[in-house]
């Protein structure tokens, strides 16, 4: 028996592409969305609304008046393809995209965990 080739299309970044197919215009893989920019890896916090996740980022600040670093958080809100089903408590990549809404610049390329 043949295996089925899967089609997705390379986004230009060395990652692992999904074993899901899907036929969302918004993923990089799948879809027409072009990807540039910075690429970004935090924690996912919420997965609460419609194909949009919230991912947290954590990273040290430093003071130079004081010579010491601070601890500082972000959360980005970013697209969540169906084809990567991304859920609370994983560990992503994500990069920057054209603006999908108000507040969603970035994508999901990647889950490492």
């Not at 969302?24 to 949009?52: A, Y």
């Amino acid at each position: 028996m043949k295996k089925k080739e899967q089609k997705f299309r390379d986004i230009g970044y060395l990652v692992k592409p999904p074993e899901k197919e899907c036929k969302e215009p918004d993923c990089p893989f799948h879809g027409t969305l072009p990807v540039r920019g910075k690429i970004l890896e935090g924690i996912v916090v919420s997965n609460r609304m419609q194909s949009t996740v919230v991912v947290e980022r954590n990273y040290l600040h430093y003071i130079s008046k004081y010579e010491r670093y601070e601890r500082r958080r972000t959360r980005i809100p970013a697209h969540n393809p169906e084809c990567l089903n991304v859920k609370k408590g994983d560990k992503v990549r994500i990069a920057e995209c054209r603006p999908l809404s108000k507040t969603k610049n970035f994508v999901v390329i990647e889950k490492m965990s």
